[in-house]
Nanobody, 124 residues
Framework: QVQLVESGGGLVQAGGSLRLSCAAS????????MGWFRQAPGKEREFVAA????????YYADSVKGRFTISRDNAKNTVFLQMNSLKPEDTAVYYC?????????????????WGQGTQVTVSS
């Protein structure tokens, strides 16, 4: 059974940094694409970043390019989202997701497994 557990969220001032972690278990994830999404109150869930666990291309939303970095630690079976230069509009619940469908990295409906989410709040 696949389990994704996010951690690392919190309250930070604008301009600050946070690193989110997603601990994955229950499968061998080398063939999976891992994604980060976020959802602010009253808004739809939106794509943030994605990568193939086995390496290769990374994908970012335009709103986070140059500020956020997705990476992984194979030994720890963990995916990270390093978030720098945070802005109040980055405030949301951040979710980790996994899929074996490589057709569309940006569409949340294409992901099969989701974590419970971690809250990120950026104060101005």
């Amino acid at each position: 059974q696949v389990q994704l557990v996010e951690s690392g969220g919190g309250l930070v001032q604008a301009g600050g940094s946070l690193r989110l972690s997603c601990a994955a278990s229950g499968r061998t994830f080398s063939s999976y694409r891992m994604g980060w999404f976020r959802q602010a109150p009253g808004k739809e869930r939106e794509f943030v970043a994605a990568m193939r666990w086995g390496g290769g291309s990374t994908y970012y939303a335009d709103s986070v390019k140059g500020r956020f970095t997705i990476s992984r630690d194979n030994a720890k079976n963990t995916v990270f989202l390093q978030m720098n230069s945070l802005k109040p509009e980055d405030t949301a619940v951040y979710y980790c997701a996994a899929t074996t469908d490589y057709s569309n990295a940006y569409d949340p409906s294409g992901y099969d497994y989701w974590g419970q989410g971690t809250q990120v709040t950026v104060s101005s």
